[in-house]
């Protein structure tokens, strides 16, 4: 197993500034979704890509998108940041569409808008 | 929709002491429990989770939870903490039986292990 790798570990952006935050999924694993955890906070869902299509969303606005590859990478992107969109964000992957496999979660990317 | 209470955001406890930490959730359909662990500066590691069947369940390294369902609860519990056990503790709940709406998390405890 590699486990879920991201990058960048941290990151500094201007506020009104576009992001883009990588994933390497697990080996096999088909399903990956996007958290934003901000400061003394639990994670928020954002959305979940299955086989390359986003098949569910949290509550958060049209500038936060995604992308999934056919080799299980992910990309998640924000436009037009804002100070609040300061947070980590984690990606966690699992072998299935449905939610009993668990997730299996990456160490997550800092960002920092100022 | 689901929403998770975890009623301590921390809890201090001497080493070798046991140690409860709590959560309620709420939800309108079935749900699937777990618990994540957080260390500084890392991702979250799932600790137990509850799908069905037997409703205490257990982790590999001494912890335990119990699903009541007619309470909406899921506390974890462990008989004897470690200085190593000091990290922050996510219950979560997603919607049973499939589904794309991911994970719903507490804002956490902390577990802060006193020598």
């Known amino acids: 197993e590699t486990g879920v790798t991201q990058s960048p570990t941290h990151l500094i952006k201007t506020r009104g500034q576009q992001v883009t935050l990588r994933c390497s999924s697990q080996s096999g694993h088909n399903t990956v979704s996007w958290y934003q955890q901000a400061l003394g906070q639990g994670p928020q869902f954002i959305f979940q890509y299955y086989r390359e299509e986003e098949n569910g969303r949290g509550n958060f606005p049209p500038r936060f998108s995604g992308l999934q590859f056919p080799n299980y990478s992910s990309e998640l992107n924000v436009n037009a940041l804002e100070l609040d969109d300061s947070a980590l964000y984690l990606c966690a992957s699992s072998p299935g569409g449905a939610s009993p496999y668990g997730y299996t979660f990456g160490s997550g990317t800092r960002l920092t808008v100022v | 929709a689901q929403s998770v209470t975890q009623l301590d955001s921390q809890v201090p406890v001497f080493e070798e002491a046991p140690v409860e930490l709590r959560c309620n959730y709420s939800s309108s359909v079935s749900v699937y429990l777990f618990w994540y662990v957080q260390y500084p500066n890392q991702g979250l590691q799932l600790l137990l989770k509850?799908?069905?069947?037997?409703?205490l369940v257990e982790s590999i390294n001494g912890f335990e939870a119990e699903f009541n369902k007619s309470q909406t609860s899921f506390h974890l519990r462990k008989p004897s903490v470690h200085i190593s056990d000091t990290a922050e503790y996510f219950c979560?709940?997603?919607?049973?039986?499939?589904?794309?709406?991911?994970?719903?998390f507490g804002k956490g405890t902390h577990l802060i292990i006193q020598p």
């Open positions: 509850y799908l069905s069947g037997s409703t």
């Open positions: 979560a709940v997603s919607r049973s039986g499939g589904g794309a709406d991911g994970l719903t």
